[in-house]
């Protein structure tokens, strides 16, 4: 009887256990995806600032040392080319930069002093290289037009992809919707430039977003000369060739009237 009365009492613990164990299965809380902490603040034109996991990201750092007087102090940097727009010494040399590594194509770091050669990373296209937990690709950046190449020549400049917590962010820096563009994959964000005459055109863009197929496209580095681009025509040629790419728009012009 004893015994009888045990196995009644040891598999109405088994049960209850294993009630107990679903039950906390159950109560688990998903664990939160590493994206979720990334951070974008578009400063102005081509140029912004990430945030991920304490680490902070200056991308074409331009505009003086007040442009980011708001903003945590850089770990790394990265700059695509030689323009005004996307490659200033003098705000280099305002920013405190003394914790940073910064990445660039040769023809930026032949223009920095020898001062900051014990952080620079250069990259050429087709490159890659990891720090902080962050691996940088370099991209190519140049124009196809007859009449815009003399504006970005293939092998000069970078574009970048950023590997950061699992996802891939793309920074097209100054291209037109060159090969190497259209054959990203697995892109989430894509940072797109659109200005004539120095890119693109807002239909050449958004052609080359519907290739690659971003989860989400910026568009970002839209003013040219003398014109604006129309990015709501681009989020319209965007979504009406494939909804399921999530056009955002954020304020790359703070200081500017449209």
């Not at 578009?42 to 331009?62: C, F, N, Q, R, S």
């Not at 996802?167 to 190497?180: A, C, K, L, N």
Request: a negative charge; glycine letters at 6%.
């Amino acid at each position: 009887m004893k015994k009888k009365y045990f196995l009644i009492a040891f598999n109405l613990l088994l049960v209850l256990g294993c009630k107990e164990i679903k039950a906390q299965k159950d109560q688990v809380t998903p664990k939160e995806d590493a994206i979720s902490t990334l951070k974008i603040i578009p400063i102005e034109h081509a140029t912004a600032v990430l945030e991920w996991k304490g680490i902070t990201i200056y991308i074409d750092p331009v505009g003086g040392k007040k442009v980011f007087e708001n903003q945590k102090q850089p770990d790394l940097i990265l700059i695509t080319d030689i323009h005004g727009d996307h490659f200033s010494l003098e705000t280099l040399q305002e920013l405190n930069t003394s914790k940073a590594k910064i990445m660039v194509p040769q023809a930026v770091a032949d223009k920095i002093p020898e001062e900051f050669t014990p952080q620079i990373d250069v990259l050429n296209n087709g490159d890659s290289k990891e720090r902080y937990g962050i691996t940088v690709e370099a991209i190519p950046m140049y124009n196809l037009r007859t009449e815009a190449l003399k504006f970005h020549t293939k092998g000069r400049g970078n574009g970048y992809v950023l590997n950061v917590g699992g996802q891939r962010i793309y920074f097209s820096g100054d291209t037109e919707d060159i090969p190497e563009m259209r054959a990203l994959q697995n892109i989430d964000k894509a940072f797109i430039c659109m200005n004539l005459p120095y890119t693109m055109t807002v239909a050449s863009a958004a052609d080359a977003v519907l290739e690659f197929k971003p989860k989400e496209v910026y568009p970002y580095h839209y003013r040219g000369r003398p014109n604006v681009s129309d990015v709501i025509k681009f989020k319209e040629i965007v979504t009406k060739g494939d909804s399921a790419i999530k056009v955002v728009q954020l304020d790359w012009y703070p200081n500017d009237d449209f």
